[in-house]
């Protein structure tokens, strides 16, 4: 995680997060920690407050008929774990996401595995619009405690540069 404590007032600090526009650096990797390891309540919970009706994810006799032979954890709860994984290194301070693509699920994901994150960066350019801010893009992939990669996607974010971000003002 990229933390720094900022000073607010003589002998008063906040703790922030993330990366300013100028911190990416194309072709860098960032390894996202802690791991997760998902349970059957996070798979049961997310499953059912989204509305995913679908046995496959929460009635194990259903799912032992399947080829998978158990409860398969909801790809959207992994996307999101992932994702969440890596905001205090690649998003903290994200002013919006612009975008995301080619998001790829390569392997099932099932109750006790643990996960893990790296995010690469792909390309950054400055706002034409925003002088204050630039566009980053990243490729985010997952993987097994194991090294089965079991996602990946790509996501374009509006960045502050330094010094414009709103942890940057003191008076939050």
């Not at 194990?60 to 969440?84: D, H, M, Q, W």
């Not at 002013?95 to 790296?118: C, H, M, Q, R």
């Not at 690469?120 to 350019?125: D, M, Q, T």
Request: with cysteine; hydrophobic share 35%; aromatic share 10%.
């Amino acid at each position: 995680m990229v933390a720094e404590a900022k000073e607010i007032s003589k002998g008063r600090y906040r703790e922030s997060y993330g990366r300013y526009f100028e911190d990416f650096k194309v072709g860098d990797v960032y390894e996202h920690r802690p791991g997760r390891t998902i349970s059957e309540s996070d798979n049961t919970w997310f499953t059912l407050l989204t509305m995913n009706q679908h046995p496959l994810h929460f009635d194990a006799e259903y799912a032992a008929k399947s080829e998978f032979g158990r409860p398969v954890v909801n790809s959207c709860l992994t996307l999101s774990i992932v994702a969440g994984m890596s905001v205090s290194d690649v998003s903290q301070k994200t002013i919006a996401n612009l975008g995301w693509d080619k998001i790829k699920l390569t392997s099932p994901i099932f109750v006790g595995d643990t996960l893990y994150a790296e995010s690469e960066v792909l390309e950054k350019r400055e706002s034409n619009s925003r002088p204050t801010q630039g566009i980053v893009s990243i490729r985010t992939i997952g993987k097994k405690a194991d090294g089965t990669q079991f996602i990946s996607y790509e996501r374009t974010m509006l960045i502050p540069k330094r010094g414009h971000a709103v942890d940057d003002k003191a008076n939050y």
